[in-house]
């Protein structure tokens, strides 16, 4: 029988690999995905054989890689930070069952829990994942989730804040939690995690509202009980408090 990995390789910096996400990359001789994630994995692994599609060709990836595994070769798919998490592990569950292939999910660290740390503690305490893509969720759906967790006072994870044809997700999405949060709420947002060009800025939710960024990022909105650290020696900090007795702990 076939075997399958579902492997996430993490934000793109070798040391945020995990040891069985590079073992499941070793044990496998074909290895699908992304190119921007392939190009990374080459890198260290470049006598595998590779197996790339653009963006948007998921499916087709990853038919070729069920069908691939069905024919007996040990094949990896692999996925940004987790694969569980806007990733490939469920889509590779559900058509498994049309193929006999035996499917392991490896899971990798995902870009809030990268990104989190970039910026200090911001996920200190209850938060939630929103992305703001409309391609495959209807904008409506997304609006209302916005709401909720900005009603429920959650840290906020913005995963896919805007791209060329969606410049205006994050300024819309910023003006719904406007509604709800302080304009004065500590944000964040870091930029290439991981990867040549990695940036971060902590920010106002009224300064984030226009704000440029793109795909390779991921956005922080604190909740109430998050700060902005400041000490001469590092960066400003983004901490939300965990809720010690201790004051504002
Ligand atoms: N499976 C991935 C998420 C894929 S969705 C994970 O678990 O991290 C794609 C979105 O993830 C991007 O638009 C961005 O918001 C975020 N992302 C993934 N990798 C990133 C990186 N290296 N730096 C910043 N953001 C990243």
Request: include cysteine; hydrophobic fraction near 40%.
């Given at each position: ?5 579902v ?27 992304y ?5 990374i ?5 470049p ?5 790339s ?18 024919e ?19 889509v590779?569950l559900?058509?498994a ?22 910026l200090?503690?911001?996920?200190m ?6 992305s703001?893509s ?6 409506g759906?997304?609006?209302k ?18 791209s060329?044809?969606?410049?205006e ?25 991981g ?7 902590v ?7 226009d ?18 650290l ?20």
């Open positions: 029988m076939g075997k399958l990995f492997i996430g390789i993490g934000p793109g910096a070798y040391e945020q690999l995990t040891f069985r996400a590079r073992e499941a990359m070793e044990a496998c001789d074909l290895l699908c995905g190119k921007v994630y392939i190009d994995v080459k890198e260290y692994l006598d595998k054989e590779y197996f599609t653009p963006m948007r060709k998921e499916l087709e990836r990853c038919r070729y890689a069920c069908e691939r595994a069905a007996g070769r040990t094949v990896g798919m692999l996925c940004s930070g987790d694969a569980g998490i806007y990733g490939m592990a469920g590779i559900k058509l069952g049309e193929y006999d292939v035996k499917v392991d999910i490896v899971p990798g660290i995902t870009a809030a829990v990268s990104g989190a740390a970039k200090g503690a911001p996920l305490n209850d938060f939630c994942v929103i703001l409309d391609l495959m969720t209807p904008w759906v997304i609006e989730r916005l709401r909720e967790a900005a009603a429920g006072d959650f840290s906020i994870v913005l995963y896919n804040p805007m060329v044809n969606r410049p997700h994050l300024k819309k999405a910023c003006e719904i939690l406007l509604e709800e949060k302080a304009p004065e709420t500590v944000c964040g947002y870091v930029r290439n995690i990867r040549e060009g990695e940036e971060s800025r920010l106002t939710l009224s300064e984030l509202k704000t440029a960024l793109d795909m390779f990022t991921t956005v922080f909105i604190g909740a109430s009980n998050t700060e902005r400041c000490s001469p020696q590092e960066e400003t900090k983004m901490v939300t408090g965990r809720g010690y007795s201790e004051g504002r702990l």
